[in-house]
């Protein structure tokens, strides 16, 4: 997209702007790093780089900004798609080459992501493999994302063909952060018994642990993605 570089001392320069939902993760602070590295190999391109830190007006003022700096391709990790199609397509009208990462927007040119929809069912299968009966608590990301939307109908539509696996729950993450901490406790004292859990990223895995050291339900396993 940004053409090949030579070299010539007249390389045109290109400019790259890439608003990070968050860079709260290790995994999200690897991408940045990487990003730093590669264009380190490139003299003729910057990075220019937005911490959202998931706040989606930030976000939205982020890539704004970009726009107005006529920056020569802006690469999103979206919080929440429907939010930020307003200022995507003002960017494609800015004819600004736009990349999404990981979660979908109706608009772009060039769209990066995994196979979540076999990253849900590779997570089932794994569970049928344990080849014995199981109650499993599912931790959801946040709503109205595509790869939340995408690893749940993988993971439920093994689940539901299984007569050894029952789901006795889900809990909903929320933007904050809050959703599993109050909605988890709630569900541990109802249920009487929980073997595994599956949470659709390592971080909502560890958050679900922490509140499952307190309660009753001490041989629990979790699977993260």
Known sequence: ????????????????GFSQFSSSENWKEAVVQ???IE???????????????????????????????N??????SPIAPKPLKSIIKKAVR????????????????????????EVGVNAAKYLLSVKRELKVVEIIGWAGTTPTKHISLGFRKIIKESESIEL????QDS??????????????????????VFAHSDDLALKAYEVFKSSKHKHVKFIGV
């Not at 997209?1 to 790259?16: A, V």
């Not at 933007?175 to 595994?196: F, P, R, T, V």
């Open 34 to 36: 990487s990003m730093h």
């Open 39 to 69: 264009t380190g190999f490139h003299n003729n391109i910057i990075l220019n780089i937005s911490d959202s830190k998931a706040d989606v007006d930030k976000q939205i003022s982020d890539i704004e900004n970009f726009i107005k700096d």
């Open 1 to 16: 997209m940004l053409g090949g570089c030579s070299n010539s001392k007249t390389q045109e320069k290109y400019t790259i």
């Open 71 to 76: 920056v020569d391709v802006i690469i999103v």
């Open 168 to 171: 006795v729950g889900s809990i």
């Open 175 to 196: 933007y904050d952060g809050s959703g599993i901490l109050e909605n988890l406790e709630e569900l541990l004292n109802k249920s009487e018994q929980i073997d595994y």
């Open 94 to 117: 800015n004819k600004i080459p736009v990349i999404v990462l990981d979660r979908e927007i109706s608009i772009y040119d060039s769209f990066i992501g995994v196979n979540n929809y």
